[in-house]
């Protein structure tokens, strides 16, 4: 742990200085965003055609027997992928004003605590995910079978990793905010009332 003092408190600031600003470790956020962004783009893309052309089929008198299936599969990838993106940027729901209420001692270990069982959590499911594809070995799709189950639930284990992956990523930005009592929902909040004055500045 780096230990670095604050000139401005007089105190020593546990949070890794400048870490997220590193340059090798700036290019690997903005590639894992990038990446994340385009899946789940995709990903959505791709569910709105299905859909889309499912219906249009049953209009014309037709119904897919995959579709309902495949569709259900789809809107899972998103999800799991959409929220590993989420994690990299600390979109999930939260609530940090106890959070950052708490003295600065115990602040450092109300979050390293949270994170723990955050890793935790997505560790367990991912080793979880692992033991349900070994279960899964051998079985296909009720409506194709040609697709294997496995390729289906991969997204388990896959979308765990990433969102441990995301979470690394993301801890320097958010301890350093964090110590210092900033508040990321507020910081949201205020970011996104300054755009809608920014927009409607014209029309008063």
């Known amino acids: 742990m780096i230990d670095n003092m604050n000139t401005k408190t007089g105190t020593h600031d546990p949070a890794p200085r400048g870490l997220h600003e590193h340059p090798a470790w700036r290019l690997t956020f903005l590639i894992a965003s990038k990446a994340l962004e385009w899946i789940t783009i995709l990903l959505m893309v791709a569910l709105t055609v299905v859909v889309i052309v499912a219906v249009l089929a049953r209009l014309a008198g037709e119904s897919f027997s995959w579709y309902d299936e495949v569709a259900a599969i789809m809107l899972a990838w998103i999800t799991y992928y959409g929220s ?13 004003t106890v959070l950052l209420k708490l003295p600065r001692g115990f602040r450092l270990i109300a979050l390293l605590l949270g994170e723990g069982l955050v890793l935790l959590f997505f560790v367990l499911m991912a080793r979880a995910g ?4 070994e279960v899964l070995e051998g079985d296909r799709l009720v409506s194709l079978t040609w697709v294997p189950v496995q390729f289906t639930q991969s997204v388990i284990p896959i979308g765990a990793i990433l969102f441990i992956f995301c979470q690394f990523l ?10 210092n009592g900033i508040s990321l929902e507020h910081a949201e909040i205020e970011e996104e009332v300054e755009t809608e004055l920014h927009k409607n500045k014209d029309r008063v």
Do not use: C, K, N
Not at 130 to 133: A, P, S
Not at 170 to 179: E, F, I, K, V
């Open 170 to 179: 993301s801890l320097p930005g958010y301890w350093r905010s964090t110590m």
């Open 130 to 133: 692992f033991q349900v594809l």
């Open 84 to 96: 590993a993106l989420a994690a990299l940027y600390r979109r999930h729901i939260g609530f940090d």
